[in-house]
Each structure stands twice: as C-alpha cells, then as structure tokens.
C-alpha cells in the first residue's frame, strides 16, 4: 500500500490556519481583547453628562433623551474610522470643553472594551468633544480615572453628526 503525501494544497492550508491563529493571538494580547475584531459596542452608560457653555446636564437610564444619546454613542464608538496613538487632552482643555464648549462625557461604574484592533483598552470614561478642534477630528478620549489617557478613537463623519444630533435633541436645543 502506498502511503499519502502530503500536497501543496494542504501545507498551504494549515500555514495559512497557523497565520490566522498567530495574528489573533497577537492582537488580543496586545490589544487585552480577544474579540478586538467585532465591530460592536452595547455597554448601557451608569450616567451621561453633557457640558454646554458652562452648564452640565445629567441624563441617567430611563430619563428622556438617556436612550437616544446612548445608541447614538454606541454605534459611533462601534464603526471608528481610526486610532490616533499620540493624541491626548489636558487638564486645561477638558475644563474649557466643560465651561466654554460642548462635552459629551459617558461614565460607566465598570470598566467597558471597545472592540479595536487598536491598542484601546477597557475605560470607566469616555468624553468626545462635540465643538472646538477635536470636535473636527471627531475624536473619542477614554480612561479608568476622571483624566483622558493617550490615545483616541476617531469616528467617522456619519456616526459624528448622529451623535450631535441626538446630543442637541436630548437638550433641546437647535444645531448651530
């Protein structure tokens, strides 16, 4: 009896299995996500606050406007169009978002993971600024501490403006 070799084919299958296996492994350690490859978000936020022009509007779950700010965060952070490694905002700045701009801050009580294929990781915080110079890069800051870390998620043009827009509905306010 004739013993089977092994064909091209198949050694190209299993390197091609053992690629894929690596890669994810790599990302997921790096990233300290296993499933960084969904693009899916659905973490309820404990409390939103919202800052404009120096007042600060609290929305909890089941107040008016809590879900339609809520979805519309969760499907920007879901489909981000980038990551930008250097970018951060100091102290300074998320001050002036609060009392001169207009923030957007989602708080959570246990730390939550955007699914990236970016060094993005777990947050109890995320703050997207809907005004000003990072309103125009549509970025995404997060961290564990009431302080934004290094590091942010930019959401595509699309998702932004839904975001506002529910953001500006919930207040009641006009879209400048």
Do not use: C
Request: hydrophobic residues 45%; charged residues 20%.
């Amino acid at each position: 009896m004739r013993e089977r070799q092994p064909s091209l084919l198949s050694a190209i299958w299993i390197m091609l299995i053992i690629g894929g296996v690596v890669f994810w492994l790599v990302s997921s350690l790096a990233n300290e996500d296993p499933l960084w490859f969904l693009r899916s978000f659905n973490a309820e936020a404990d409390w939103i606050t919202v800052y404009h022009d120096g007042q600060a509007t609290l929305f909890l779950p089941g107040d008016p406007g809590y879900d339609q700010i809520m979805a519309a965060f969760a499907d920007a952070v879901a489909h981000w169009s980038g990551y930008e490694s250097g970018v951060g905002m100091s102290e300074e700045s998320l001050e002036d978002y609060r009392s001169q701009g207009m923030l957007l801050e989602v708080h959570y009580n246990t730390p939550v993971q955007v699914h990236t294929r970016h060094m993005f990781p777990k947050a109890r915080n995320f703050w997207v600024p809907l005004t000003g110079t990072h309103a125009q890069w549509r970025r995404v800051f997060a961290g564990l501490t009431d302080e934004p870390r290094i590091g942010v998620l930019n959401i595509s043009e699309t998702y932004f403006e839904t975001l506002q827009s529910a953001v500006y509905a919930a207040l009641r306010m006009d879209q400048p």
